[in-house]
């Protein structure tokens, strides 16, 4: 089965850029999908087919994905970035199209 | 705006059924276009998804789940169903119900969700 790599942890300054990557094997050819969950709330859409971003979504929020990296970078990071983030893509090995999301990597905000 | 609320007990004996409900406002699950969706989270863990259904009643289960689940929709009440079958402890969880925008036919990203509902599994 596919599976998704994150780093457990990413710590950063304010102000500073986050970069929280996926890993998987050629994500390059899927279209990957970004979450932040914050503290007992539901997971939110950040980032969309690799880099489009849904409305209401600051330009802090982008996204690339090639070869077996994507990366979820986010620019001058604020408090309230602090959060959960997961990645998700479909897969369609092994006859069944499934969703599979990454473990998540939690951010903080130093 | 579309909204998600999900209801159900939120307390389950082992080996009984797991029911949920996820009721949809501010669009019509027959519209098509979406796929409705059940994912999980257990505590301090992360996000597993279930299953999802189209308007026209078709579905995909993960398969670590399918023996166990089934997944219905009831359009006249803008709603839909998870049923979870044999449950263990190994079930507590909090079950997110989240629409799948999709392309043609193909299921996208989840945009919209519920504030999920805890479900403990214990006698």
């Known amino acids: 089965s596919y599976v998704l790599t994150q780093p457990p942890s990413v710590s950063v300054a304010p102000g500073q850029t986050a970069r929280i990557t996926c890993g998987g094997n050629n994500i390059g050819s899927k279209s990957v999908h970004w979450y932040q969950q914050k503290p007992g709330q539901a997971p939110v859409l950040v980032v969309y087919d690799d880099s489009d971003r849904p409305s209401g979504i600051p330009e802090r929020f982008s996204g690339s994905n090639s070869g077996n990296t994507a990366t979820l970078t986010i620019s001058r990071v604020e408090a309230g970035d602090e959060a959960d983030y997961y990645c998700q893509v479909w897969d369609s090995s092994s006859d069944h199209l499934h969703v599979v999301f990454g473990g998540g990597t939690k951010l903080t905000v130093l | 705006q579309v909204q998600l609320q999900e209801s159900g007990p939120g307390l389950v004996k082992p080996s009984q059924t797991l029911s949920l409900t996820c009721t949809v406002s501010?669009?019509?699950?027959?519209?098509?276009?979406?796929?409705w969706s059940w994912i999980r989270q257990h505590p301090g863990k992360g996000l597993e998804w279930i299953g999802y259904i189209y308007y026209s009643g078709s579905t995909y289960y993960n398969p670590s789940l399918k023996s166990r689940v089934t997944i219905s929709v009831d359009t006249s009440k803008n709603q839909f169903s998870l049923k979870l079958s044999s449950v263990t402890a190994a079930d507590t969880a909090v079950y997110y119900c989240?629409?799948?925008?999709?392309?043609?036919?193909?299921?996208?990203?989840?945009?919209?969700w519920g504030q999920g509902t805890l479900v403990t599994v214990s006698s």
């Open positions: 501010g669009g019509s699950i027959s519209s098509g276009g979406y796929y």
């Open positions: 989240a629409r799948v925008d999709s392309s043609g036919y193909m299921p996208r990203y989840f945009d919209y």
